[in-house]
């Protein structure tokens, strides 16, 4: 089974710190990718990488950068936490299968950010 | 307007009851997936479609690529099934070899006893 860990179930932290999530996926999965989900607002794509030091943006970057420096860890950076950041964060991955694949994605536990 | 909408927004069943999630989208894809997720924030993935009809247990997965348009069904519900539905699709173009999903906002299950 793959397995997707995030390093925290609950994190609570103050205006202005830096945040780091860390997401590891066990299966050598290519693509991997950051959401927040908020009520009525759904999965919303933050980032997402497809390889080693590859990331390109989703649709709600500002305010968040990531890294990937080896392929089965992608961390999620809060440079300066606000509380418009408070959010479920999930982390995905899945196998780079082409135009035509399934690209069925595995998801993490979740990690609840509050911003105080 | 979002290419994926779930309707409804909220649903409310007794035990027992057969119960439809509906999912349209406006825009070419090559598949459709379904995924649980239950109180707590995990999300499994129930079922991939590209055309046709799925069925594990008691969930049943349609899709209709003509109309644009896919069903959930549960058969038998039970208070188990109380979760999260999201509907997402993978668009045909630019990007789409990266994986990614576009996602509806989800159906909000409650089944009571």
């Known amino acids: 089974d793959v397995k997707v860990t995030q390093s925290s179930r609950y994190l609570v932290k103050r205006t202005g710190e830096k945040v780091f999530l860390e997401c590891v996926q066990d299966?050598?999965?290519?693509?991997m990718f950051w959401y927040r989900q908020d009520p009525g607002l759904g999965l919303r794509l933050i980032y997402f990488?497809?390889?080693?030091?590859?990331?390109e943006k989703g649709d709600i970057p500002e305010g968040y950068s990531v890294s990937r420096e080896k392929k089965e860890r992608f961390s999620l950076i809060l440079e300066s936490a606000s509380t418009n950041q408070t959010s479920m964060y999930l982390c995905?991955?899945?196998?780079?299968?082409?135009?035509?694949?399934?690209?069925?994605?595995?998801f993490g536990p979740g990690t609840r950010l509050t911003v105080l | 307007k979002n290419e994926v909408e779930q309707s409804p927004q909220n649903l409310t069943a007794q035990e027992g009851e057969f119960i439809t999630i509906n999912c349209s989208y406006s825009?070419?894809?090559?598949?459709l997936h379904w995924l649980q997720q239950h109180p707590g924030g995990g999300i499994v993935s129930l079922f991939m479609?590209?055309?046709?009809?799925k069925k594990h247990g008691r969930l049943i997965a349609t899709i209709n690529i003509q109309e644009k348009h896919s069903s959930l069904h549960i058969t038998a519900s039970h208070p188990r099934d109380s979760a999260v539905y999201i509907c997402?699709?993978?668009?045909w173009g630019g990007g789409t070899s990266y994986g990614k999903l576009t996602f509806g906002q989800g159906t909000i299950l409650t089944v009571h006893p």
């Open positions: 997402a699709v993978k668009l």
């Open positions: 995905a991955s899945s196998l780079r299968t082409g135009f035509r694949g399934t690209d069925t994605q595995y």
């Open positions: 299966m050598d999965h290519e693509n």
């Open positions: 990488s497809y390889d080693v030091k590859m990331k």
């Open positions: 479609l590209s055309s046709g009809k």
């Open positions: 825009v070419g894809i090559s598949a």
